[in-house]
């Protein structure tokens, strides 16, 4: 008797809970049209606010759905960003649930300590992240390509990938700026295309000569760039900042383009494609 009277107590304590989850489903898909389908609905630390949940995106609204808030929430006492954490905890990936076969893979010393590295062959940061990498003892560290900064990154990223020992080739070239050998049947354009002027430089500074002919060049700063891209509504002529900076087609512009319409397919196309 006793166990059946805690059961009918934990339901009727339950209920409030389920009617208002129902409530806010029921109002937000009539009166939102436009929002996603909701994944889920949940109280927040703070009384009378609803977390709306959608993939990983997360709003807040009322007991009843009237009012829909974006933004963050803070706990005043500890100082924590309650609807980061949040997030963290949505987008966070098990280290065994990636596809560590198709890693890269060093150990350093005992190799304890496990890191995921994600890198463009052509990202000047990844390369300053690899000597920071370098010295760390006791860790074991997987690579994986990620070749998004232009063609030029997915060619190196196949060279590198099959090569004879990958890790090595890899961290030759992003440490000492050493070319990783071409596969077979791969043109080598450079020697069709050659400036004399480059007949006196290094093969870093060629390199590096070749990266900014072709938009590749890795100094520019994400966190200042994607914003102004942003600010100008995603749309821009890339005709007049590929003149200025000498830039040839295919070089910077269209590759900040080919990344702008990856990330906002449905966005307009800018005048001229």
């Known amino acids: ?4 009277t805690l059961l009918a107590l934990a339901v009727a304590l339950a209920l409030p809970a ?3 989850e129902a409530v806010i489903r029921k109002n937000l898909a009539q009166r939102m049209a436009d929002l996603p389908a909701i994944d889920e609905v949940s109280r927040t630390p703070m009384a009378g606010l609803w977390e709306v949940r959608f993939g990983a ?3 807040y609204t009322d007991a009843e759905g009237n009012f829909l808030i974006e933004g963050s929430v803070i706990d005043t006492r500890s100082k924590a960003n309650l609807t980061q954490q949040r997030i963290d905890k949505l987008t966070a990936i098990a280290f065994e649930d990636l596809p560590l076969k198709d890693a890269m893979v060093v150990k350093q010393g005992t190799g304890a300590r496990r890191v995921a590295v994600f890198a463009d062959p052509n990202c000047g940061y990844c390369k300053q992240f690899e000597r920071t990498l370098l010295a760390l003892p006791d860790v074991t560290i997987y690579t994986f390509l990620y070749p998004i900064l232009g063609p030029d990154s997915q060619s190196k990223s196949r060279a590198i990938w099959c090569s004879k020992d990958a890790m090595k080739t890899w961290r030759s070239w992003m440490l000492d700026g050493n070319m990783p ?16 002027a ?3 430089l290094s093969a870093a500074e060629l390199e590096k000569r ?3 002919r072709q938009g590749l060049e890795s100094g520019l700063d ?3 760039l994607v914003p102004d891209i942003v600010a100008r509504m995603l749309t821009f002529d890339p005709g007049p900042s590929r003149t200025a900076l000498g830039f040839r087609a295919g070089g910077v512009s269209e590759a900040l383009q080919e990344t702008v319409r990856a990330c906002y397919p449905d966005r307009p196309e800018p005048p001229g494609g």
């Open 198 to 200: 480059d007949a006196s």
């Open 1 to 4: 008797m006793k166990r059946q």
């Open 57 to 59: 995106e997360v709003l």
């Open 210 to 212: 070749a990266q900014e």
């Open 181 to 196: 050998p071409r596969m077979m049947g791969e043109v080598d354009l450079d020697k069709h295309f050659t400036n004399p």
């Open 222 to 224: 994400p966190l200042r």
């Open 18 to 20: 389920w009617a208002d």
